[in-house]
């Protein structure tokens, strides 16, 4: 079961501030925060209405909050044939694990940036939600206009995969593996 998104940004911010981790066995809603390494998550996850996306996280991290892109831009790179065989059954089958439903695999691509003996993948994009309540009263979170892509830039590699960790589960013994390279992270 999962919550519905909010409208307003500083709706989201609450609802996240009330994360109640006492509840946890009582309720069907995904909610989680936890500590990891000195860094502290939070995740909600929400349900996607009247669209073909499945229910998707919101991932508060470092004090910003992140989800899946609802376009086309996508972050791209190639993993190894042996870490993707070794994982699949825990994060790629996308008939029985969560994440395996938003990356996608492509074994048989020929493309110069995807070494031999690696499998392409595409996974959505991430999109950093910003509070636009302060230039304007009431500004919805999820209109385009809104969408901030200089963060992508700016954040380093580790920040980021912890990020894709949050957003999507993918676990951090695929997404920092020597053998899972991120090529663009937004595209499309």
Excluded at 7 to 16: A, I, R, S, Y
Excluded at 107 to 128: A, H, M, R
């Amino acid at each position: 079961m999962s919550k519905e998104y909010p409208l307003l940004f500083p709706e989201l911010v609450k609802q996240f501030n009330s994360i109640d981790q006492l509840n946890d066995e009582d309720s069907n809603l995904i909610e989680d925060e936890w500590d990891e390494e000195g860094i502290n998550y939070k995740i909600i996850e929400y349900e996607a209405e009247g669209s073909f996306y499945n229910d998707f996280r919101v991932l508060c991290y470092k004090n910003k909050y992140y989800r899946c892109s609802f376009d086309d831009h996508v972050i791209e790179g190639y993993m190894s044939k042996e870490l993707y065989e070794k994982f699949y059954d825990v994060y790629f089958n996308e008939e029985w694990i969560v994440a395996g439903e938003w990356i996608e695999i492509d074994k048989e691509l020929n493309d110069d940036e995807v070494p031999e003996g690696n499998y392409f993948f595409s996974i959505p994009s991430i999109v950093q939600l910003l509070d636009g309540g302060k230039k304007i009263d009431n500004r919805c979170i999820n209109e385009d206009y809104e969408i901030d892509t200089d963060w992508l830039i700016d954040t380093d590699e580790k920040d980021f995969k912890n990020i894709i960790y949050g957003v999507y589960g993918f676990g951090k013994e695929v997404l920092f593996n020597d053998e899972f390279v991120i090529k663009h992270r937004y595209i499309g």
